[in-house]
T-cell receptor, first 114, second 113 residues
């Protein structure tokens, strides 16, 4: 099993540009989470999908952020337009059914907006 | 409301000596508790979890944690630190039946040669 796969690993973009982060969860996992990690705020849950349906997007900071899960094997997190304060490491995680099984995290995408 | 407090932001130990990373939690119901480790520039990896079975939980790489309800604690221990244990460790609480994790602020473990 290749685990949760995120791409790209690093992204550097200019302020105002659109950024798309990608995630492939573990096959068979039906819950997917997007997190953001910064020094100041630690790990923040952005959005949670269950069976490809967004269940809780209350952590999405503002309308510039959007996430989709068109099928069970792919999700995207888009920022448009990007701002320097969006610079962070973005993690995708997945789990099968009950969250007390534990999440499997991807290696993250380090986003730098200049 | 659930919360978790990691009592030390940084811990330094010498290689071969015991490790103790402290975590206290607050939860209204039966909590699930986890420890995750994050090595530099890596994702988070599950070390161990408590889900209302045995109170002493063994995890990977020789780590273990004991759930103490009376003290609302879930401290992580290892008898003998290895250089490869240097990383950031996160204590996490979740209530059974919910999907949300509440992360602690992390403890950075430094292992001295």
């Amino acid at each position: 099993d290749a685990g949760v796969i995120q791409s790209p690993r690093h992204e550097v973009t200019e302020m105002g540009q659109e950024v798309t982060l990608r995630c492939k969860p573990i096959s068979g996992h039906n819950s997917l989470f997007w997190y953001r990690q910064t020094m100041m705020r630690g790990l923040e849950l952005l959005i949670y999908f269950n069976n490809n349906v967004p269940i809780d997007d209350s952590g999405m900071p503002e309308d510039r952020f959007s996430a989709k899960m068109p099928n069970a094997s792919f999700s995207t997190l888009k920022i448009q337009p990007s701002e320097p304060r969006d610079s962070a490491v973005y993690f995708c995680a997945s789990t099968s059914g009950a969250v007390w099984y534990g999440y499997t995290f991807g290696s993250g995408t380090r986003l730098t907006v200049v | 409301a659930q919360s978790v407090t990691q009592l030390d932001s940084h811990v330094s130990v010498s290689e071969g000596t015991p490790v103790l990373l402290r975590c206290n939690y607050s939860s209204s119901y039966s909590p699930s508790l986890f420890w995750y480790v994050q090595h530099p520039n890596k994702g988070l990896q599950l070390l161990l979890k408590y889900t209302s079975a045995a109170t002493l939980v063994k995890g990977i790489n020789g780590f273990e944690a004991e759930f103490k309800k009376s003290e609302t604690s879930f401290h992580l221990t290892k008898p003998s630190a290895h250089m490869s244990d240097a990383a950031e460790y996160f204590c996490v609480v979740s209530e059974i039946g919910t999907y949300k994790y509440i992360f602690g602020t992390g403890t950075r473990l430094k292992v001295l040669a």
